[in-house]
């Protein structure tokens, strides 16, 4: 009797545990079915245009500081205003330094600037499910110029190299491509500016994934695609001037689309065309201390996206898909004579499952 109850609790506990190393079984051959694109697409398109929009968007910003004449308070030729710069009026237009510690606001001045930038950022999905790590590198090289003292016009090429490693399908991706982004902002006031910036690319996405053909038995499976992908981005800004504090507040708006080439896998699996769209806004807020040449600066925005790239399983625990989050910066900004240098750290909080920080320099020379 004692050897009949003895053979039955094992039977059960072995049964128990052959249904449990089932189900983790077809648990992960799902995740390994799906090629590596179609889940880190819903967190990397936002994260690979971000810093590019960004980058563009602080070229078009103020780069002032404190000084101790009011008669002098902006260096470079960046669009916003001074801080009552001219006594004539209270209404100043774009600071036509160029490279001048004596330079005040007024009408009438044309310059030109080119600026080279690089960026850094690592991002990290934790979710088992869908997890993946790796890192995102730009190089922009831009040209603007500035007629009438009321707006600024430009233009950047940007290149651009992504490597992510899939933990979900024991695989790789890897994405390079080249970006043209013109660019526009315009003075309206002594303290407000509207600006807009566009953004068009062609990327070419190679990924392998692992698939299990048997006890024991692998195989790479293999495949690249083309894509192209386009950008807009629109913000309204206040700059104000408090002392030797410059405070800076933002309402802006970004939409990105991608369009991706049907492709084939090494197996013969058949991927169709597809298209992602996403919106977001978001509201930023920083502040800058500056004494004699330099400023250091920190900010925070927040980010909202409306109908977020969502990745969802027929069954089992799902992603968080979190559609909010704030991106943290600090750095330190420095004016030369006809140069100004900035760095940047950021880091990515309050967003379920997703950890991204970054770095990045930015050079621009007056003509």
């Known amino acids: 009797m004692l050897r009949k109850t003895l053979n039955s609790i094992l039977g059960c506990a072995l049964l128990l545990y052959g249904s449990t190393a089932l189900a983790f079984t077809l648990i992960e051959i799902q995740e390994q079915l799906a090629p590596s694109s179609s889940i880190t697409e819903a967190t990397t398109l936002e994260a690979q245009v971000q810093p590019i929009a960004s980058t563009i968007r602080m070229q078009m910003l103020s780069q002032r500081r404190g000084k101790k004449s009011d008669k002098v308070t902006q260096a470079g030729r960046l669009l916003a205003a001074n801080d009552r710069a001219d006594s004539r009026t209270d209404f100043n237009y774009l600071a036509q330094a160029s490279g001048s510690s004596g330079a005040t606001g007024g009408l009438g001045g044309d310059s030109s600037s080119l600026w080279i930038s690089t960026t850094y950022n690592s991002l990290e999905n934790e979710f088992w499910r869908t ?125 990105t689309r991608r369009e991706q080439d049907a492709y084939t896998e090494s197996i013969g699996t058949t991927v ?5 769209t996403v919106e977001q806004w978001n509201l930023l807020g920083e502040a800058a201390y500056g004494t004699g040449a330099s400023e250091t600066f920190f900010g925070a925005m927040y980010e909202n996206t409306r109908d977020p790239l969502k990745v969802e399983f027929a069954t089992g625990e799902q992603p968080a898909n979190d559609p909010d989050s704030v991106l943290l910066t600090a750095g330190w900004r420095h004016f030369g004579k006809g140069l100004t240098a900035s760095f940047l750290f950021s880091s990515r909080v309050a967003q379920e499952q997703v950890k991204e920080w970054g770095v990045g320099m930015t050079l621009r020379v007056d003509l």
């Open 272 to 276: 169709a065309s597809s298209k992602q």
């Open 131 to 255: 997890s993946f790590y790796g890192t995102t590198q730009n190089v922009l090289a831009g040209f603007d110029f500035t007629r009438s003292d009321r707006y600024i016009l430009g233009v950047a090429l940007g290149y651009e190299a992504s490597n992510y490693v899939t933990n979900f399908n024991i695989g790789n991706e890897k994405t390079r491509g080249y970006n043209l982004s013109p660019y526009l902002a315009i003075l309206l006031s002594d303290t407000w500016s509207i600006d807009l910036s566009l953004g068009y690319g062609q990327l070419n996405t190679r990924q392998s994934r692992t698939l299990g053909t048997g006890p024991f038995t692998t195989i790479a499976v293999d495949s690249a695609f083309d894509s192209t992908r386009g950008f807009a981005s629109l913000n309204l800004t206040n700059v104000s001037a408090l002392g030797n504090w410059k405070l800076t507040t933002s309402l802006g708006a970004l939409a």
